[in-house]
T-cell receptor
Framework: GENVEQHPSTLSVQEGDSAVIKCTYS??????FPWYKQELGKRPQLIIDIRSNVGEKKDQRIAVTLNKTAKHFSLHITETQPEDSAVYFCAASRGAGNMLTFGGGTRLMVKP | GAVVSQHPSWVICKSGTSVKIECRSL??????MFWYRQFPKQSLMLMATSNEGSKATYEQGVEKDKFLINHASLTLSTLTVTSAHPEDSSFYIC???????????FGPGTRLTVT
């Protein structure tokens, strides 16, 4: 089955700096890669996703890049703000109707 | 759009009793819903995939007879924890797939405490 590794497990940045979280996956058939943000005690929220037919996707301050050959994808957050502090999870899936396999999570702390 | 609710948000029960958790897609129909378990400071662990009108598919190591899943309609899936024990205490979260997309949206979770 799919295995998703996520690094780093914790990340501390200064407000205004950029943050990068990286994930690798093992199943070459995976073609959908979402990122979720989870604040303490709350539900994971889908913040951005990418499908395997594109290499990069951007939405305001967040972007995701995908390298299918190397089987890794990354989340980039620019101009970080304290409200970006949360746990971020990457995931991989073979697509519609299929299960998501989650990475271990990254606790991002943005210091004001 | 794409709102998923869960009920109850928290529940405390005694060992040996059963607890039912409901997951509803409020503004869309979901043929597929998923149930996860999350321990403190850990990732989400898939327990089972719930398909409307058919039996759930359980992940390896998850007891079917203990965690009963019923997806009776296109907007409702239920998870019943039978004969609960303290080790079943956890945060249970469901998700529903938005039709014609790959996107999954999560419910707010249910914190179960078994005493």
């Amino acid at each position: 089955g799919e295995n998703v590794e996520q690094h780093p497990s914790t990340l501390s940045v200064q407000e205004g700096d950029s943050a990068v979280i990286k994930c690798t996956y093992s199943d070459s058939a995976s073609n959908y890669f979402p990122w979720y943000k989870q604040e303490l005690g709350k539900r994971p929220q889908l913040i951005i996703d990418i499908r395997s037919n594109v290499g990069e996707k951007k939405d305001q301050r967040i972007a995701v890049t995908l390298n299918k050959t190397a089987k890794h994808f990354s989340l980039h957050i620019t101009e970080t703000q304290p409200e970006d502090s949360a746990v971020y999870f990457c995931a991989a899936s073979r697509g519609a109707g299929n299960m998501l396999t989650f990475g271990g999570g990254t606790r991002l702390m943005v210091k004001p | 759009g794409a709102v998923v609710s869960q009920h109850p948000s928290w529940v405390i029960c005694k060992s040996g009793t059963s607890v039912k958790i409901e997951c509803r897609s409020l503004d869309f129909q979901a043929t597929t819903m998923f149930w996860y378990r999350q321990f403190p400071k850990q990732s989400l662990m898939l327990m089972a995939t719930s398909n409307e009108g058919s039996k759930a598919t359980y992940e390896q190591g998850v007891e079917k007879d203990k965690f009963l899943i019923n997806h009776a309609s296109l907007t409702l899936s239920t998870l019943t924890v039978t004969s609960a024990h303290p080790e079943d205490s956890s945060f249970y979260i469901c998700s529903a797939r938005l039709p014609h997309t790959y996107e999954q949206y999560f419910g707010p979770g249910t914190r179960l405490t078994v005493t």
